[in-house]
């Protein structure tokens, strides 16, 4: 079960990095890496191909965030700054904050769930898949008084209530958008609606590695 909700969790990742690579605003660039990046560290979890350690998944998708962060602050400064009319203004300062912001968060709960799973495919012994060992058997090992378990159980609960509060933020994003001035805006019915597909791909994809985790 816990395998084919790891795969399942493939798809609206895989649909929200389209969305975020074919999205036409700042930081584009950034984003589309750390889409691309959080993508592979999945498809690591599920196929074990090329099987990188956990830890450096994470290290990558927290330093991608970092760097998309950047990016789409710096580019949203220069187009505010270009911009003349006050509504295309408020939507340059407005809108793609909240994109970054929303995909800074999303990075940093994957590198979160990842952590753990691979705490937990430890436990269930060498070469055996995150998915194979949930959290109860994480909880097991702490509450059996291992060392550092403290910080395991720690993690786990952090993790948990992390993951579940950003797919609540993801909710009320995509709600934002689809109501907002965005999706008012004078562009392709299509395009407009990218940050929507964006934001709920990737609300989902977490709750789903999430319940794997779980399983």
Do not use: N
């Not at 159980?153 to 993951?163: D, K, M, N, P, R």
């Amino acid at each position: 079960m816990g395998e084919l909700l790891h795969a399942g969790a493939l798809v609206p990742a895989a649909v929200g990095a389209c969305c975020t690579l074919g999205a036409r605003r700042s930081g584009r660039a950034a984003a589309g890496v750390s889409a691309v990046v959080m993508l592979l560290a999945m498809l690591d979890t599920v196929f074990r191909m090329p099987g990188l350690p956990a830890l450096v998944w994470a290290a990558l998708l927290i330093g991608t965030a970092l760097a998309a962060a950047v990016s789409a602050r710096a580019g949203s400064r220069a187009r505010a700054a270009g911009v003349g009319r006050a509504g295309s203004r408020a939507r340059a300062a407005g809108v793609h904050p909240v994109m970054a912001l929303h995909g800074g968060l999303g990075m940093i709960v994957m590198a979160g769930l990842l952590l753990v799973m691979g705490g937990a495919g430890e436990l269930g012994g060498a070469g055996a898949p995150a998915s194979a060992v949930s959290v109860s058997a994480v909880a097991a090992s702490v509450s059996a008084g291992h060392h550092g378990g403290g910080a395991s159980g720690a993690l786990v609960a952090l993790v948990g209530v992390g993951s579940l509060a950003y797919a609540g933020y993801s909710a009320v994003v995509a709600l934002r958008l689809a109501r907002g001035p965005a999706a008012a805006a004078h562009c392709a019915a299509m395009r407009r609606w990218l940050p929507v597909v964006e934001v709920a791909g990737m609300g989902a994809s977490t709750v789903l590695m999430l319940l794997a985790l779980a399983a």
